[in-house]
């Protein structure tokens, strides 16, 4: 995630499969990590670039990055689109007006 929202190459690995695929985000048949599925939803993408490796076996790198270079594309995404796919209500939508509520409770926020 932190990869995509600054327009660096990445792929979603996954311990599945063997190599690229793309599996259609809204098919809850495939295994994919609900928070990624989210994500990639949320930002507008029907498909997810994946490869598919197997944890015991070794990382074939040449052809990972061949990939990542071949398939990978950033995302173009808006605001809009998160916001509308946000599975909650809204308690407040910055596209429409400013924020005009009390500050100081999120100045009692520790970090």
């Not at 063997?18 to 048949?29: H, R, T, Y």
């Not at 599925?37 to 507008?44: N, S």
Request: hydrophobic share 40%; proline share 7%; with cysteine.
């Amino acid at each position: 995630v932190i990869a995509e929202t600054y327009g660096i190459p990445c792929v979603y690995f996954r311990i599945l499969g063997k190599g690229v695929a793309f599996p259609d985000l809204d098919d809850d048949s495939e295994r994919l990590d609900w928070r990624m599925r989210d994500f990639y939803k949320g930002v507008g993408l029907k498909k997810l670039f994946i490869y598919g490796q197997r944890r015991t076996k070794e990382t074939n790198w040449e052809s990972l990055i061949k990939a990542i270079d071949h398939h990978w594309s950033p995302i173009d995404w808006s605001p809009t689109s998160f916001l509308e796919t946000f599975p909650l209500p809204l308690a407040f939508n910055p596209l429409k007006a400013p924020y005009t509520g009390d500050r100081a409770l999120f100045e009692q926020i520790k970090f």
